[in-house]
């Protein structure tokens, strides 16, 4: 097991690397690059539309550089690192990064970590929440479609999941704001921010009480989507162990149902629950929450990102990407790892890759 976890975790420094050069050589081909949208705010004009390469220097005279000094240029591509060839800023890149330096922002006079750490606690709130609810809730409802497989609440239940996994979060977002926040005669629910505005003041029952408060509406649209997914693996993978000979022979033998439920079904059933456990950790994390971000005013790491991406704030863009994908990596082993507490009998020394 100890030579898999390193093996694993020396695989991570290519796959990081790889990723890096990837976005790297696909930013320098995009348009609008920061030094071109610094020239065109000099010149009083919007930075969308602005021509050439982010790879290139404009100084030979692009259509955006037009009218300024060469000099005023030169110091611009200095300023944002765009004086030096592309693999130069490359290695550069990979070498800071290697020490975990990863620079400052361009635009947001702080450091990428600094930023980060700013708005972790917005994403870490909703993303936890969020996976908790959904496999808290999702777990014990597919187990019990499953025991009642073809009785009515499974007809019903099935039919509310299916609605669910059909509306996208940010529709069922607008639809609890139009119901619960002031869009009808209920206006339970805030929807801007995670604490309110004279939070300090309050006790510490009252602030505990007021942030729960701000998560329930963005929390609750992150998890109709993976609320559906999960129920119907849990209740199909129930299915499945169901009917194996395995618990035929210890109903025999006179065990209670729970017994069988629990002390044998539940084992083999939920590592196909575990293997997922990663991917919906870190899709509601850092994907599904962009929208929910928006629309509840929440300024967190999905928001961050989509900002830097649109302003071309290329240290925040790879100092997020990096630690995004560090993460991701190592969730993905921490499940691998969750599948030898279900089954001790799988044993990931013994496997070649």
Not at 238 to 265: C, D, M, P, W
Request: charged share 15%; proline share 4%.
């Amino acid at each position: 097991m100890f030579a898999y976890i390193v093996r694993r975790l020396l695989l991570i420094i290519p796959t990081l690397v790889i990723i890096l050069l990837v976005n790297f050589v696909i930013v320098q081909a995009a348009p609008g690059g920061p030094v071109e949208q610094a020239i065109a705010h000099l010149q009083g004009i919007g930075g969308g539309g602005v021509g050439g390469s982010s790879g290139e220097g404009i100084s030979g005279g692009s259509r955006a550089s037009r009218g300024l000094d060469p000099k005023l240029i030169a110091d611009i591509e200095k300023q944002y690192g765009f004086d030096k060839p592309a693999p130069e800023r490359l290695w550069l890149m990979l070498k800071s990064y290697a020490q975990l330096d990863f620079g400052n922002s361009f635009f947001r006079g702080k450091t990428v970590i600094d930023l980060i750490l700013e708005k972790m606690p917005v994403t870490i709130s909703l993303g936890l929440w969020a996976t908790l609810i959904t496999y808290l809730v999702s777990i014990p409802l597919g187990i019990r479609k499953a025991v009642r497989h073809g009785s009515s609440f499974d007809v019903w239940s099935s039919t509310a999941i299916v609605i669910g996994y059909a509306m996208p979060a940010f529709l069922f977002a607008m639809f609890l704001i139009v119901v619960f926040a002031g869009g009808t005669s209920l206006n339970w629910f805030p929807v801007r921010g995670l604490v309110s505005e004279n939070f300090e003041e309050l006790s510490t029952v009252g602030k505990i009480a007021d942030y729960f408060w701000h998560l329930v509406l963005p929390v609750t649209s992150l998890v109709i989507g993976g609320f559906a997914t999960l129920t119907i693996l849990t209740k199909n993978s129930f299915l499945n162990e169901i009917t194996r000979q395995y618990v035929v022979t210890a109903r025999a033998k006179g065990l209670s149902e729970r017994r069988v439920l629990y002390g044998h079904v539940f084992r083999n059933a939920m590592l196909l629950v575990i293997s997922g456990i990663p991917q919906a950790f870190i899709a509601v994390f850092f994907a599904g929450s962009l929208l929910i971000e928006v629309i509840f005013s929440l300024d967190g790491l999905g928001r961050m990102s989509y900002e830097a991406a649109v302003s071309r704030d290329y240290p925040v863009v790879f100092g997020s990407l990096f630690i995004f994908t560090l993460f991701g990596l190592l969730i993905k082993l921490i499940g691998d790892l969750c599948y030898t507490l279900v089954d001790p009998r799988i044993d990931f020394a013994a496997r070649n890759a």
